[in-house]
């Protein structure tokens, strides 16, 4: 079974301040993927990153960076001066073989707001 | 990225009603479609999975003659919601992968938010 654990339920920042949204999962699969999307309030999801379990190297997208400590079956996002348009749900998911990898497994979701 | 278009966006209803949403992958073939639902302020949770050309799985406390999932073809899904209530009311979102297998990805639709009255 997969298991995604968003334990940060809201979260809020002051614009310009750094944030770092947790996720910690829990797989049987030997590959797998792990995703961070992001759910404005309109409701669609936009994807954000996909990493695979053999890529453990640290990903930087601007103010975005990913954190994957397989040691510890973390996958941790930091948005770097934050801003407001940053407000919104940010879901952590993973694939994994048993789902053929198509299936996702969403965490909970961890609500950001951004205050001016 | 690959393109799933999802329609309509908003739907209002009547109870008892049926309501059908669309799910289509635009620029690619999709063998396979997922359907989601996410009730307010929750995740997102997988409802069946849709098989083009036979039926479709469903999850465990998913009501299959109340969700009816038809897969036409290798671009459009379909998802009815039959005899709709209220508690039906929910963000419902469908995503496709261009091939099975480890080096894929799923795109997921715009959403579709029913709200039945």
């Known amino acids: 079974a997969q298991k995604v654990t968003q334990a940060q339920t809201e979260i809020s920042v002051v614009e310009k301040e750094d944030v770092t949204l947790d996720c910690v999962y829990e797989t049987r699969d030997t590959t797998y993927y792990l995703f961070w999307y992001k759910q404005p309030p309109s409701g669609e999801l936009v994807f954000l990153i996909r990493r695979n379990s053999f890529d453990e190297q640290n990903e930087i997208s601007g103010r975005y960076s990913w954190n994957f400590q397989k040691s510890t079956s973390s996958f941790n996002f930091t948005i770097t001066a934050s801003q407001v348009v940053d407000s919104a749900v940010y879901f952590c998911?993973?694939?994994?073989?048993?789902?053929?990898?198509?299936?996702?497994?969403f965490g909970t979701g961890t609500k950001l707001q951004v205050i001016p | 990225g690959a393109v799933v278009s999802q329609h309509p966006s908003r739907v209002i209803c009547k109870s008892g009603t049926s309501v059908k949403i669309e799910c289509r992958s635009l620029d690619f073939q999709a063998t396979t479609m997922f359907w989601y639902r996410q009730f307010p302020k929750q995740s997102l949770m997988l409802m069946a999975t849709?098989?083009?050309?036979?039926?479709?799985?469903?999850e465990q406390g998913v009501e299959k003659d109340k969700f009816l999932i038809n897969h036409a073809s290798l671009t459009l899904s379909t998802l009815t919601v039959t005899s709709a209530h209220p508690e039906d009311s929910s963000f419902y979102i469908c995503?496709?992968?261009?091939?099975?297998?480890?080096?894929?990805?799923?795109?997921f639709g715009q959403g579709t938010r029913l709200t039945v009255v």
């Open positions: 995503s496709a992968s261009r091939t099975a297998g480890v080096n894929t990805e799923a795109f």
């Open positions: 998911a993973l694939t994994g073989r048993g789902g053929g990898y198509q299936k996702v497994t």
């Open positions: 849709s098989n083009e050309g036979s039926k479709a799985t469903y």
